[in-house]
């Protein structure tokens, strides 16, 4: 299993940025997008998953990133709008088979991405 992610850069607030994760050699119950900014630790953003819950987004991007996927592509993005300087990290994508308690916890997933830097300038 792989995954490919894309689509960081350098953005000024307020601007737009999706990211693409290409997913190989299998599928899964869900996928999501984790971030990690200079000195912290990795943390949640979104996932999109198989239960009837729907996808899940962490408090400070709702309204904001909407994740999504391509089933015949088996491809993850990650529209990101109205972006604030403190988007700013580097962004994984993930797939596995957590169970609904770990949908939006690092240990409930089993493949990552390698990562995707995004920085937002004020």
């Known amino acids: 299993v792989q995954l490919q992610a894309s689509g960081g850069g350098l953005v000024d607030a307020g601007d737009s940025l999706r990211l693409t994760c290409a997913v190989s050699?299998?599928?899964?119950?869900?996928y999501g997008w984790f971030r990690q900014a200079p000195g912290k630790e990795r943390e949640f953003v979104a996932a999109?998953?198989?239960?009837?819950?729907?996808?899940r987004y962490t408090d400070s991007v709702k309204g904001r990133f909407t994740i999504s996927r391509d089933r015949a592509k088996n491809t993850l993005y990650l529209q990101m709008n109205s972006l604030k300087p403190e988007d700013t990290a580097v962004y994984y994508c993930?797939?596995?088979?957590?169970?609904?308690?770990?949908?939006?916890?690092?240990?409930?997933?089993?493949?990552w991405g390698q990562g995707t830097l995004v920085t937002v300038s004020s």
């Open positions: 993930a797939a596995g088979d957590p169970n609904i308690t770990y949908v939006s916890a690092s240990e409930g997933y089993e493949y």
């Open positions: 050699g299998g599928t899964f119950r869900s």
């Open positions: 999109i998953t198989a239960f009837s819950s729907g996808n």
